[in-house]
């Protein structure tokens, strides 16, 4: 679990903005041949958010990546309070390297996240064997995919992190376009809109990746998605 020492080196780095090397996660490698130096977590539960897969343990990461989740999950809250939380799954080993059902996740700038459901449901917190429900259903998108909210999610993800790339499946991305054009949303977030890349097997949920820290040398980076916004 998420020990109290990592807490309090989250919150000191966070809150009372410290300089302090042995404090200073790294994440090094690739995301698929990687590991992680002095991770972080998150407590289990905070301001619009909740840690799923905690018995599984995998819940450490890098410092940016922690603070992206924290402060998405306050934001997302502050707009539209009393709605289900932001639900977290797994991110990396405490050391980063492999990690079972996933082929990278090793370096501390993966996440997965659940999608916003109409319906609200928020998951039990452990590793239990469960999955979200799919929100592609034959060949349409799921009525209970909540387009408003996981299109605010996607850009605000984008605010409090440096995303690089948001794994998703085709309909859904697809679908977040329409949306996009149908709110006058779309040239603005042309950004957002090319970082999400189809990936099979999510339909369930997305897949977040940082780009390597500024400073982090010894992160090895991926090259940038293609131009443009990936949009039918």
Known sequence: ????????????????????????????????????????????????????????????????????????????NEKYPGRDRL????????????????????????????????DGVEHIPTGQQYYAPSMVVGNAVSPNFDLERNWELMKTLHRHGNVQRIFIDTK???????????????AANTRVLRSLQHQTNHQDHIHVRLRCPAGNNRCVPQGEPPPGHGCP
């Open 1 to 76: 679990m998420c020990g109290l020492i990592e807490v309090m080196k989250w919150f000191l780095a966070l809150n009372l903005l410290l300089v302090m090397s042995a404090f200073a996660s790294s994440a090094v490698g690739f995301y698929t041949d990687g590991s992680l130096e002095e991770g972080g977590c998150i407590p289990a539960e905070g301001e619009g958010y909740m840690q799923l897969y905690r018995d599984v343990n995998n819940i450490f990461a890098t410092r940016p990546l922690l603070n992206m989740i924290t402060e998405a999950g306050r934001e997302m």
């Open 87 to 118: 639900q977290v799954e797994e991110m990396s080993a405490s050391e980063g390297g492999e990690i079972d059902g996933h082929a990278s996740h090793e370096n501390g700038l993966d996440v997965d996240i659940q999608f916003y459901k109409r």
């Open 172 to 186: 859904l991305k697809n679908a977040l376009c329409n949306y996009a054009r149908s709110t006058g949303d779309f």
